[in-house]
């Protein structure tokens, strides 16, 4: 009994720490204060109906920021903690039966290699929370009976974790377009890896799924999705419909691979580290050319990054847009300009490919890895068709970022390598500085979810 009081005082000094970083968020400019005046103009229903309309099918968002915005930021500051450990705790849940407080510390860590930018809008802002965080950590806490059928073989019995998964997928179906998407395919492939395994489906599973796919219907074919692509191509993009099929991927990928290997670099690092360990404890993967190669690659760009050229020269995606791509590629006149101008695409393509090779070869967990990075690299490509692609900043990758943590923390828990508190001290140094710095940054400055 004394054991178990101390270890739930480990969490409440983990809530009040997550709680200090909440005390210095206030109501920000623009949706924050736009969204506190709903209750005074409409009702809830008739403000979830005008939005469903006439903007967008973000339901249980739009419920929460109606509910808290005007007068309970002090209970968001309360319950915005909850939910990130909420998310800390699912994403060991789907990997394991139990969690250990360990275990649940390392997730804490790896949320800390995320961006500035992707944690202050995405995580800590109080709209972009409501709108990211609190519908990814739903869709999580829904995937963890799929995780036990299909990794444990364990079925739902009791009724009322049933109800909790139900109601968590649902809500999270209708929370977020890049969250409803991740949620309806993994779910279908659960079943279809059911199939495959030649495994009873789960009756239970299959009607959560059918809502879930309910949900993402009720927000893709949402009326307030067009009048919304209408109102946001004038503000944001207003050439945005004359571009092509061709011109939608083009931009696209310029974005794309900016946000992955800029913004999100150092989860990426660190999934590249952990994967570097794995071999390098495995006797039978170090003679691996792959292996190999990716080792002196990974020294190379850490190297690159210390010495400050990584910048220019691994990271400078922007240069692209002085070709006509397709012109310079099939003239075969490739001029050094344009050869520097491509190295980052092939450089960090190479990378990727040899990153998802090594782990995939490495893991017992090949289908769920490789549709986990599917899954990132789905999340960008969302925005490869919205005129918010330059608008909507670094809150959109928060779902990719997430992915990233449970592949993360699947191979870690794999590979055995939470052994001890050594491990737990090494892997928190970059998120102290990281979280320290942010909220220095807020001490001084005040309060942004736009940070650079």
Known sequence: MILKKYKWFNFVIVYFLLYFFHFVVKKFPGDDFIFSKATQNSTLMHWLFNRYFNWSARIFPDTMVYYFLA??????????????????????????????????????????????????????????????????????????PYADKVFRDCALQNKYMFLLYFVSGFFASIGNEQVSLCLSCFAILTHVTLVFQKKEQDKKLLLMTGFMIIGTLIMILSPGNKVRSVAETAYWYPTFGELSLKDHFYIGTIWGFKKIFSDMKSILYLLSVITLITYFKNEGFKRNIIFRLFTLIFVIVLILQLEGIAQGFLHNFEEIRKFNFSATLLSLHLTKAFLIAVFPYFFWTVYSVMLVYLLLQNTKF???????????????????????????????????????????????????????????????????INLSYMMYRWLVHGFTPFLK
């Not at 599917?374 to 900043?393: D, E, H, N």
């Open 71 to 144: 007068h309970r930021v002090w209970l968001w500051r309360l319950i915005n903690p909850i939910i990130l450990m909420l998310l800390c705790f699912s994403v060991v849940r789907i990997w394991r039966k139990k969690v250990t407080l360990l275990e649940f510390l390392i997730v804490l860590a790896i949320l800390g290699y995320f961006a500035q930018n992707i944690l202050s809008s995405g995580v800590f802002w109080i709209t972009g929370s409501m709108y990211y965080l609190w519908p990814i950590t739903l869709g999580l806490i829904a995937m963890i």
């Open 366 to 432: 090949k289908t769920f890895t490789l549709f986990g990075f599917l899954a990132v690299i789905g999340t960008l490509m969302v925005m490869f068709f919205s005129p918010t692609i330059y608008g909507s900043g670094n809150r959109v990758l928060t779902v990719g970022s997430v992915i990233l943590t449970v592949i993360i923390m699947g191979k870690i828990i794999e590979n055995r390598l939470i052994s001890n508190l050594f491990f737990l001290c090494i892997i928190w140094c970059f998120p102290l």
